[in-house]
């Protein structure tokens, strides 16, 4: 799988870093704390994606970049899914 077409792009990152700060939140991250992890997230993501871009990633590292980006996706879509199932219930 090709990593651009995975998770880089401003439609990527943005979610990415939503669904991490949301994680962390849940963890008892509040306040300027979770604003605070929300920018270095989306700092981060989008510098890598940059860095990919301009050729400073190795290539044997491309493997392993989207391998942690699929698992972190990954993770948060099935945590979102449960979340999701929860609230649309049947009534017993």
């Known amino acids: ?37 929300a920018l270095f997230i989306a700092g981060a993501f ?10 400073l990633i190795p290539a044997a590292a491309m493997p392993w970049v989207s391998v ?5 996706g990954g993770g948060l879509a099935a945590t979102g899914l449960y979340d999701l199932a929860k609230k649309f219930r049947p009534p017993a």
């Open 68 to 72: 942690g980006f699929a698992v972190i």
């Open 1 to 37: 799988m090709d990593f651009k077409t995975l998770v880089l792009g401003t439609l990527g990152i943005i979610p990415m870093a939503l669904g991490i700060v949301e994680a962390a939140k849940r963890f008892g991250v509040n306040g300027n704390k979770s604003f605070a992890l």
């Open 46 to 55: 989008a510098g890598l994606a940059e860095a990919i871009a301009q050729g």
